[in-house]
């Protein structure tokens, strides 16, 4: 059973930037993708980066020019780097990989949080 374990949330300014990873337990190269995902109270879970094994790297629009996702093959892990970070950045956000046969599994999430 493959795991993605998240870290690098917390509270920062507006304008302030930070970097999440995902460290996933098994070889980066076994999942067809891997990604972020948000999800604001009250609001549907977004799409915010997510990169495929073929390397097409797609971000959401709320986090296009501000978000750079990029991978570590030898550690297994992703990182998503957010600058410029807002209020409206605040959310949960969660990881998540494709599976080989296109199963998709879930981190725990972990907070974010932008003050103004």
């Known amino acids: 059973q493959v795991q993605l374990v998240e870290s690098g949330g917390g509270l920062v300014q507006t304008g302030e930037s930070l970097r999440l990873s995902c460290a996933a337990s098994?070889?980066?190269?076994?999942?067809?993708?891997m990604g972020w995902y948000r999800q604001a109270p009250g609001k549907q879970r977004e799409l915010v980066a997510t990169l495929t094994s073929g390397g097409r790297l797609d971000y959401g629009d709320s986090v296009k020019g501000r978000a750079t996702l990029f991978r570590d093959n030898a550690q297994n892990t992703i990182y998503l780097q957010m600058n410029s970070l807002r209020p409206e950045d605040t959310a949960v956000y969660y990881c998540?990989?494709?599976?080989?046969?296109?199963?998709?599994?879930w981190g725990q999430g972990t907070q974010v949080t932008v003050s103004s």
């Open positions: 098994a070889s980066i190269f076994s999942l067809n993708a």
């Open positions: 998540n990989a494709a599976l080989l046969d296109w199963r998709v599994i």
